[in-house]
């Protein structure tokens, strides 16, 4: 256990759906990030928040949606997905600010788009 | 942006024998460098991490990573591994604020 919960762990849905992904840290960080992680590509770093606040949008289609509604709590809000957004999407989290900190992830939601 | 290359994407080696994984990346100032490892059906979890000081660090199981800055260089170690260390590892980098930069991973397979 790093700290860092994440549900579902798995994810079947629609291309009409919606639902959400939710992330939860008990480490006390204020950074919090979403990366998906697919087959043979580096982890894709999609959304990032600091203090609560968006700080990195990496050109994230607009079907995915990201929520912070405190330090604690990141989610993630699907609609409209393709199968190509088929991987596993990792919650990560940091103390945040400048410095490079390392960074604790969960144990991800593998997220199928049929 | 970084880029972080890892070579070798998949490794394969007998119990006892040495491992080294390659990591390059590409920004030229400071930067602070990991390696994280994801074993089958694990989360992804430090290795070890190089921020200043000495070069060589020393991680958690025997491995170790030396930081070779003129060659933008961090690559990681273990003198003799272990069926256990079958697992995907990964480099990452980030030049001092919160975006890490990953490489492609290595899959390494422990053959007993």
């Known amino acids: 256990e790093t700290g860092v919960t994440q549900t579902p762990r798995h994810l079947v849905m629609g291309m009409t759906n919606k639902k959400s992904l939710k992330c939860e840290q008990h480490?006390?960080?204020?950074?919090m990030y979403w990366y998906k992680q697919s087959a043979k590509k580096p982890l894709e770093l999609m959304f990032v928040?600091?203090?609560?606040?968006?700080?990195e949008n990496n050109s994230v289609p607009s079907r995915f949606s990201p929520e912070c509604p405190n330090s604690s709590h990141l989610f993630l809000h699907l609609h409209t997905l393709q199968p190509e957004d088929s991987a596993l999407y990792l919650c990560a989290s940091s103390q945040g600010g400048q410095g490079g900190h390392e960074q604790y992830f969960g144990p991800g939601t593998r997220l199928t788009v049929t | 942006a970084q880029s972080v290359s890892q070579h070798n994407h998949h490794v394969i080696l007998s119990e006892a024998a040495s491992l080294e994984l390659g990591c390059n990346y590409s920004?030229?100032?400071?930067?602070?460098l990991f390696w994280y490892v994801q074993y089958p059906g694990q989360h992804l979890q430090l290795l070890l991490k190089?921020?200043?000081?000495?070069?060589l660090v020393k991680g958690i199981k025997g491995f170790e990573a030396e930081f070779i800055k003129s060659k933008f260089s961090f690559n990681l170690r273990k003198p003799s591994v272990q069926w256990s260390d079958t697992a995907e590892y990964f480099c990452?980098?980030?030049?001092?604020?919160?975006?890490?930069?990953f490489g492609k991973g290595n899959q390494v397979v422990v053959i007993p």
């Open positions: 480490l006390g960080h204020n950074a």
């Open positions: 928040y600091n203090f609560k606040e968006q700080t």
């Open positions: 190089y921020f200043s000081g000495d070069p």
């Open positions: 990452a980098v980030n030049d001092g604020n919160n975006r890490l930069a």
């Open positions: 920004y030229g100032g400071t930067v602070n």
